[in-house]
């Protein structure tokens, strides 16, 4: 029996009658219970005030790197991405099938799916960031402007010996390598923590959960003017997604703040009114100025407002209203923080290489020539294979092919191509430009992969983020405990397989799916289908009739 027509038929039983939609929330409710659970052991696990030391700790030095921990820490993995996979299924199917009745009772349905992540979040506000100590550099780097009054984009912490935060951070020396607009929402959070590390970071961390908790209402609004019969499994998607919870929980990166505006700007770019659009540059250049990964976006929003949407009557209109309004704050935000006489702390960190292609590509080199040629040329050629991508995407999105020329029926829409181009333009740059690639890195694609129209691109970016998760497993576990011998290389292939593997699978599955879909188009084109009988269908003609 074929797989689908077994979950069909499993289905029909569970979800298939009106008063079975009840079971399908009850198992939302067990599932949400279940991650809750993993979600709470955690914090009550790894406390963030006992652990918030000097010394520098992790998820491996916190268990003494346990072989059994790291087991435990693979099965919650699991069973928090099958949790999710689940209910990502199941609301899905939910939501076609419950349009009347009780069980679209807000306390039933409605209530669990929106009140999950929130409560998840603040859990683990107060759990210690086990995978990564991010959160503990923003509330040092912040103080380099809040108490000495100096730029913290291009000067370091260890600038000054005698602040209180500086054993805490394990990068002293590096100035903070985001954008200025992030300086001051930092500024702003933790202005009331004083000399407290423990409330410095508390307040970093709340700031990445208003902000996510902000993203995911975007998300659902997004969802309405895209795909409004699949806008609760979109907010699943992102909302309920282990990665973006536990990094933005536990670890309280400030992805998710980054985020923020590009949905912000994207919900603007897609609505009907020109004076709506207008806001859509200023959200998007926003985003850039905390993490400089979104400026991606900027030429596609530029190319939508020229040519998409009601950009035919009004394209002109909401790119110079934006324009303005976008230097009106960047001008004078860019001119508090120059500094030509210091190396900006985003040029430094682009030093590094890990767990990417192009540091596969450093440490093969490295025997052949030193370590800054090598570097070079590594990063040359990451950076290069993605220019070429990239700007094949722009050509594609600027000038559409073949097939959406052909399928005037089901061509996708112009805010469909805005948020594939997109959603490929970050894929790639992860892919093949990112030297130093972080598990966190992945909140920025997630919302992009939730609205996409395309089911593969949903797995796709659901089995980034499984590799990405358990890349932690790899270098927190496998490496110290059973490969420590073994050379860098075979650890960062290993790594490099785990996070980009089944990604880049499903890519080509995508390709291959694209192509066949392109061949029947053109096969329709060219020898069309007979036009029906308007009298009803045709009778097969008597042989005695011929």
């Known amino acids: 029996m074929p797989g689908g027509t077994r979950l069909g038929r499993w289905w029909s039983r569970l979800a298939g009658q009106d008063e079975s939609v009840g079971r399908a929330a009850l198992l939302i409710i067990l599932c949400a219970l279940l991650s809750l659970g ?10 963030l005030a006992p652990n918030l030391t000097p ?25 928090l991405f099958g949790a999710w996979g689940l209910v990502c299924l199941v609301a899905g199917r939910i939501e076609r099938q419950a349009t009347t009745g009780w069980w679209r009772a807000p306390w039933l349905l409605s209530g669990p799916l929106f009140s999950f992540p929130i409560i998840a979040l603040l859990v683990q506000l107060f759990m210690y960031p086990i995978t990564a100590l991010d959160v503990v550099d923003y509330a040092s780097q912040i103080r380099v402007w809040t108490i000495y009054h100096a730029n913290p984009l291009t000067i370091a912490p260890l600038a000054f010996p005698g602040d209180p935060f500086l054993p805490f951070n394990i990068y002293p020396w590096m100035p903070s390598p985001y954008g200025p607009l992030w300086i001051i ?14 409330a410095a970071i508390i307040a970093q961390k709340m700031l990445s959960i208003l902000a996510c908790i902000g993203s995911m209402r975007l998300v659902w609004l997004l969802a309405e003017r895209l795909r409004p019969e699949r806008r609760w499994q979109a907010f699943v998607f992102f909302a309920w997604n282990p990665l973006v919870l536990f990094e933005t929980g536990a670890n309280g990166h400030n992805d998710v703040v980054m985020v923020f505006f590009i949905l912000a700007g994207l919900l603007a770019l897609m609505s009907p009114r020109w004076y709506w659009q207008a806001f859509a540059l200023p959200f998007l250049v926003a985003s850039v100025l905390i993490k400089w990964t979104s400026v991606l976006l900027l030429p596609l929003a530029l190319i939508y407002l020229l040519r998409g949407g009601r950009a035919r009557r009004w394209g002109l209109a909401p790119l110079g209203v934006g324009t303005a309004l976008t230097l009106a704050y960047v001008v004078p935000l860019i001119a508090a923080f120059w500094d030509t006489q210091h190396t900006p702390g985003v040029l430094l960190q682009s030093q590094s290489f890990t767990a990417s292609l192009t540091a596969l590509i450093h440490l093969l080199l490295l025997p052949i020539y030193n370590d800054p040629l090598a570097g070079t040329a590594a990063r040359d050629i990451g ?5 070429l991508v990239y700007l094949f995407l722009l050509a594609r999105f600027a ?6 020329r052909l399928a005037a029926g089901g061509k996708l829409t112009e805010q469909q191509r805005l948020l594939v181009a997109s959603l490929e333009s970050y894929f790639w ?3 093949l430009a990112t030297f130093w690639f972080q598990a966190w890195y992945l909140i ?36 110290v405990v059973y490969w420590w011998n073994q050379p860098v290389f075979s650890v960062e292939l290993v790594a490099c397989i785990v996070i980009f593997g089944l990604p880049l699978m499903t890519r080509a599955l995508e ?8 061949y029947a188009l053109l096969a329709r084109a060219q020898f069309p289908p007979a036009p029906a009988d308007a009298e009803g269908p045709r009778r097969r003609k008597s042989w005695w009739l011929l």
């Open 38 to 47: 993993i979600y709470l052991y955690a914090t009550l696990r790894f406390p």
């Open 55 to 79: 010394t520098p700790l992790d998820l491996g030095k916190l268990t003494g790197y346990n072989p059994v921990d790291g087991e435990f820490f693979l099965l919650a993995i699991a069973l």
């Open 185 to 198: 929402l930092s500024a702003q959070a933790s202005q009331f923590a004083g000399d407290s590390i423990l």
């Open 383 to 387: 950076v290069g294979a993605f220019a």
């Open 399 to 404: 000038f559409p092919g073949p097939r959406e």
């Open 429 to 431: 740059y992860f892919v």
């Open 444 to 479: 920025a694609l997630l919302p992009l992969a939730a609205l996409a129209p395309n089911p593969l691109m949903r797995i796709r970016g659901a089995l980034f983020s499984l590799g990405a998760m358990l890349s932690y497993v790899v270098f927190i576990f496998l490496w």
């Open 511 to 518: 390709g291959w799916q694209t192509r066949q879909r392109l």
